[in-house]
């Protein structure tokens, strides 16, 4: 198994802000990339899959970069309740790869 | 409703002693995963199982894990000889293609 690499953390924001987290894959051949939201002592929990085009849901957007084998994600206008810890995952077929995750904390 | 349901949320274990994990899927699918977390660390997988059988494993599932479906339903991971470092999240999750739903998780504490 390949790894997953994310930026180290944690970020602490004002609510309001926009954050970006960034992750990289070393697998070539993974074909399936998602976000995970895990919250402290929780299971994690699919946030959004990323596709090749990037996608968008709410305030939350996903890019993927197949040639630099890069993802991001980007959460705009930040509430208290996105405070959690954000997962990058590469998979092939089943085979799903976990990143180390990258935690939020959104400040009042 | 959750996809799958573990018992128990929370065992603690005295180190030496074997301990079982249970995994309640609701739906009848065949491809089931088990990952680890280790408190501050990242998610990782131990072994997936597929159609009553082993499917593939990772160097962390040694010898001292087995995985059964005894009944065709339920999902067991036993770990046998618990060490202090098995201290961990224990968490089953059906794997498609398109997502894992993870289960609730086992919070596993030796002693």
């Known amino acids: 198994r390949k790894e997953v690499e994310q930026d180290p953390g944690p970020f602490n924001v004002p609510e309001g802000a926009t954050v970006a987290f960034n992750c990289t894959y070393s697998n070539s051949a993974s074909q399936s990339f998602f976000w995970y939201r895990q919250d402290c002592r929780k299971e994690p929990k699919l946030l959004m899959s990323v596709y090749s085009s990037g996608n968008e849901d709410g305030r939350f957007t996903a890019q993927l970069n197949r040639a630099s084998q890069y993802i991001s994600l980007l959460i705009r206008d930040s509430k208290l309740s996105d405070s959690a810890t954000y997962l990058c995952?590469?998979?092939?077929?089943?085979?799903?790869?976990f990143g180390p995750g990258t935690r939020l904390s959104v400040l009042p | 409703e959750p996809e799958v349901t573990q018992t128990p949320s929370h065992q603690v274990t005295q180190m030496g002693q074997e301990v079982i994990l249970r995994c309640v899927p609701i739906s009848n699918h065949l491809y089931f995963y088990w990952y680890r977390q280790i408190l501050g660390q990242k998610v990782e997988f131990l072994v997936s199982?597929?159609?009553?059988?082993?499917?593939?494993k990772s160097e962390i599932f040694d010898d001292q894990f087995s995985v059964e479906r005894p009944d065709g339903s339920n999902f067991t991971l036993k770990i046998r000889s618990t060490k202090l470092e098995d201290s961990a999240m224990y968490f089953c999750?059906?794997?498609?293609?398109?997502?894992?739903?993870f289960g609730q998780g086992t919070r596993l504490t030796v002693v």
């Open positions: 995952v590469s998979a092939l077929g089943q085979n799903f790869v």
């Open positions: 199982f597929y159609n009553n059988e082993i499917s593939e």
């Open positions: 999750a059906k794997v498609t293609a398109r997502e894992a739903f």
